[in-house]
């Protein structure tokens, strides 16, 4: 279980491979790598993340352990950025082993959720008429809130 917080970039196919060269036992790898985006109708020139890293690290890492027990995970790791991020970078990597599939998406989209959600980031665009705070969608909420009814 691993969890890196950094602001320098990453390659996405290169901590896959990393993460897959420990894999005995394994039947299922799930990766999921989030990216910067701007859309036509509502252009983004950057993203800026911010935190507190060893607070952020600490709850991720409670989030992991979590998501270890809860499906049984052989494996998990995340990585996220903070800092100023240009359109196109990765923001975050999620990876889960697991024996069979089902584990390892649940797993993912278990952490994902946790982190669009719970993990203490704070997020700031800049557009072309100037900088917005970005704030929580009821759809992430409502993702997250499925977990709670298992």
């Keep these: 279980m691993s969890v890196r917080l950094q602001e ?4 996405p196919g290169a901590e896959t491979n990393a993460f897959l060269a420990a894999s005995a036992g394994a ?3 799930v990766t999921f790598t989030g990216l910067v985006r701007s859309r036509p109708d509502d252009p983004v020139s950057t993203l800026t993340l911010e935190s507190y890293p060893e607070l952020a690290e600490a709850q991720i890492g ?5 998501a270890v027990v809860r499906f049984g995970l052989i494996k998990a ?8 991020l240009a359109v196109g970078e ?6 889960t082993l697991a024996p069979h599939r089902q584990a390892a998406f649940d797993g993912a989209s278990f952490l994902m959720d946790y982190l669009k959600t719970d993990a203490p980031f704070w997020k700031k665009e800049l557009t072309p008429e100037g900088e917005r705070w970005v704030e929580a969608k009821p759809e992430d909420d409502d993702a997250r809130a499925r977990w709670n009814k298992r």
């Design 8 to 11: 320098a970039s990453f390659d």
């Design 27 to 29: 039947g299922a790898a």
């Design 62 to 66: 409670k989030a992991i352990a979590e």
């Design 77 to 84: 790791s995340v990585i996220h950025r903070h800092g100023r």
């Design 90 to 95: 990765p923001i975050v990597q999620v990876m």
